[in-house]
């Protein structure tokens, strides 16, 4: 067992030749570390503060503090721009490729494609009219744009606005878990192994004191505040399950290297910052 090992106590040694067998115990001196019981006086009349924002400081020096929305143009609502909101099930009605050419009135819709049900038994059966059960395609609407647009622009805008709207809470969290990213990936290697710990210590603890620790924590811990309350205050709000998931996000970034963790901080920077400049332009943020 290697020397410094703060899980042991007793060093043995054996020592062993081909005449005499002999085994050595030595037990060598011990310091058992005790949890420091720390009150933390809370002054009720502090005023609600908010752990993240878009402005968040990144500390690593070789990555450029957080992005700001100065640094950034408006956003315009071009195909590229709405293209961002895409997965393989999800499409634009008509295409964005032929919005410019569309003639107006313009009414764009996004939709869900849905899986389609696969067939039952009783759709084989040699009684049942011919189609039944036939697989087919379904799509859902998510979001639209105004009625009657006339330019293909005013159809993108109102197509964001009413997507913004319908799910504004969802994008502020998407919001502050991108702003918590980049700024953990702008961390050194010896910092995102601390916070592992400390996550790893949140997890053992009992779920009233979980409740208490963050009652004395919420709206008195701003982006001003040292880089472990504002990790502990966050994962106090998204609970216990997340931050099971945080701590595997946290060994990944400690896992790469400075330049390619600095690169990953810049772009969940980014996605932040479009994210807050989104909600801002719509009037949800």
């Known amino acids: ?27 060598l001196e011990t310091t058992i570390f005790q949890k420091a019981l720390i009150t933390v006086p809370i002054l ?12 968040s400081p990144i500390s690593l020096s070789s990555v450029s503090t957080s992005p700001t929305q100065s640094s950034f143009s408006p956003i315009h609502w071009t ?20 919005l410019d050419s569309h003639s107006s009135p313009i ?12 067939p039952t038994p009783a759709s084989f059966s040699k009684h049942a009219p011919i189609g039944t059960g036939r697989p087919t395609t379904r799509s859902v609407c998510i979001a639209q744009s105004a009625k009657s647009c006339s330019t293909a622009h005013l159809a993108r805008k109102t197509l964001a606005r009413n997507l913004l709207e319908s799910a504004a809470a969802h994008v502020l969290r998407m919001r502050q878990r991108y ?43 701003d982006e001003a505040c040292v880089l472990g309350a504002r990790i502990e205050v966050f994962l106090l709000g998204v609970g216990r399950r997340e931050t099971e998931e945080w701590v595997g996000v946290v060994a990944g970034a400690g896992g790469m290297e400075g330049v390619e963790r600095g690169e990953w901080a810049r772009v969940w920077g980014e996605v932040g910052v479009f994210l807050g400049q989104c909600l801002g332009e719509m009037g949800a943020g």
């Open 44 to 55: 009720d009349t502090l005023p609600r503060l908010e752990p993240w924002s878009p402005h």
């Open 1 to 27: 067992m290697p020397p410094g090992d703060p899980f042991s106590d007793a060093y043995v040694i054996e020592l062993e030749d081909e005449y005499s067998p002999i085994t050595e115990e030595q037990v």
């Open 179 to 221: 702003n918590v990213l980049a700024t953990l990936y702008a961390q050194s290697t010896a910092t995102l192994l601390a916070l592992q710990r400390g996550m790893v210590e949140m997890l053992g603890v009992e779920d009233g004191e979980w409740e208490h620790r963050y009652g004395q924590l919420v709206g008195r811990v």
């Open 79 to 98: 195909n590229e721009d709405l293209n961002l909101a895409l997965t393989s099930s999800l499409n634009f009605s008509p295409p964005l490729e032929s």
């Open 107 to 118: 009414h764009l819709g996004l939709y869900h494609k849905v899986p389609p049900t696969p």
